[in-house]
Each structure stands twice: as C-alpha cells, then as structure tokens.
C-alpha cells in the first residue's frame, strides 16, 4: 500500500505566522487531498486535487505539490486553524492517509 | 442538505459481528459516488476499510478482505458495514463518508469490543 508520511507530527504557529505541513507519499500519486480535524469531531475535506480548496476554506490556506511529495500552506496563522491536518489518496488501493499533523498556538 | 449518520451498537463482545448502518439523506445513494467506511482508531490513525459504490459494487481495504462485507437498501437510502470475528483491535470511532473525495462526513459513532 501507498504510505504517507505527514511531518511534523507537532508544531505550533504564532497568530500571523505563516505555515507550512508536509506529505510525502512512498509511491506517486496523481493528487493529494487534506482534510482538517478538530477535536471530538469528523475530518472536513479542505483541499482536493492537491491544490483547491473546499467549500468554506479560508484563502489564507493553499495546497501544492506533484508525484511523491505535497505541502499544505497557511499564508497567515489564525486561531481557528488549530487542528489536526491529515493527507489522503485515492489514487492506488488502498485508499490510505497520513498520521497526521497536529497544529498548535504558540 | 447532504448528511450521513452512523447508528449501531456501541459494545460488541470479541469474536462476534459487527453492524453498522449509515442513513443517507439529501442525496440518492444510487445516484453516484461510492460510499465509504473509515475508521479512526484510539491514537487518532485513520483507515479506509471500503467502499460500495452508487451501482453496488464493492471495494474493501485487503487487510479487511476476508471479515468485511458492505451492503446497501436502496428503498431507504442507506448502507451498512459489516465486520466479522472483531478483536479488540477494532475498538475504533467508525465513520461513513461520500465519494472518494470523502466530502461528507457522518458525525461517527465509537465502537468498543469487549467481553
């Protein structure tokens, strides 16, 4: 299976920091998508095919990245961005996601 | 308005089965998209277990092959996980979810097996 590997697994952002997560997958894939997690709540998708944000998304956040390797950005660290972050993809069965990376306010 | 909701029971003893279903509504399951089951495990690890898509067929995670089984009843729009022979190892929150770009989410509902 395709594993992803999301680093950090912790960090912590200033309020107007800027941020920057990343995912790396141990075979190609054709897009990334990243949802957000908030505790005693469900994922929310927050970005599909690598780069466009759902419905609802601040602007302040982008996704990038090709084949391998795939960064999820915040321009400007506000406190309703603390969550955690996962990776997924669908391009290979099985489906499989990150372990995560829990954002924090420093 | 697209919602998902889980429902089953919160306590399942080892070695027996595990039922859930995921009522849909605001969208017809045989419309399109596949719909999915994950899991989130104590620790926060998330796994795909599978998917019945809008036409019926199935795909399932391979380390699950042999204990799951996705169904549907189209009359009332909802879908159903089944997961046999459970360990404590599946102790976990279980969530449907749309599409495999997963945009809708059911809120979960935490699943403990134990004697």
């Known amino acids: 299976e395709n594993v992803l590997t999301q680093s950090p697994a912790i960090m912590s952002a200033s309020l107007g920091e800027k941020v920057t997560m990343s995912c790396r997958a141990s075979?190609?894939?054709?897009?990334m998508y990243w949802y957000q997690q908030k505790s005693d709540a469900s994922p929310k998708l927050w970005i599909y095919?690598?780069?466009n944000l759902a419905p609802g998304v601040p602007a302040r956040f982008s996704g990038s990245g090709s084949g391998n390797s795939y960064s999820l950005t915040i321009s400007s660290m506000e406190g309703e961005d603390a969550a955690t972050y996962y990776c997924q993809q669908f391009t290979s069965s099985p489906f499989t996601f990150g372990s995560g990376t829990k954002l924090e306010i420093k | 308005d697209v919602q998902l909701q889980e429902s089953g029971p919160g306590l399942v003893k080892p070695s027996q089965s595990l039922s859930l279903t995921c009522t849909v509504t605001g969208y017809s399951i045989t419309s399109d998209y596949a719909w999915n089951w994950i899991r989130q495990f104590p620790g926060n690890k998330l796994e795909w277990m599978g998917y019945?898509?809008?036409?019926?067929?199935?795909s399932y995670n391979p380390s699950l092959k042999s204990r799951i089984s996705i169904t549907r009843d189209t009359s009332k729009n909802q879908f159903f996980l089944q997961l046999n022979s459970v360990t404590t190892e599946d102790t976990a929150t279980y969530y449907c979810?749309?599409?495999?770009?997963?945009?809708?989410w059911g809120q979960g509902t935490s699943v403990t097996v134990s004697s």
């Open positions: 019945i898509s809008y036409s019926g067929s199935t």
């Open positions: 075979s190609s894939v054709n897009y």
């Open positions: 095919y690598t780069s």
């Open positions: 979810a749309r599409g495999t770009s997963m945009d809708y």
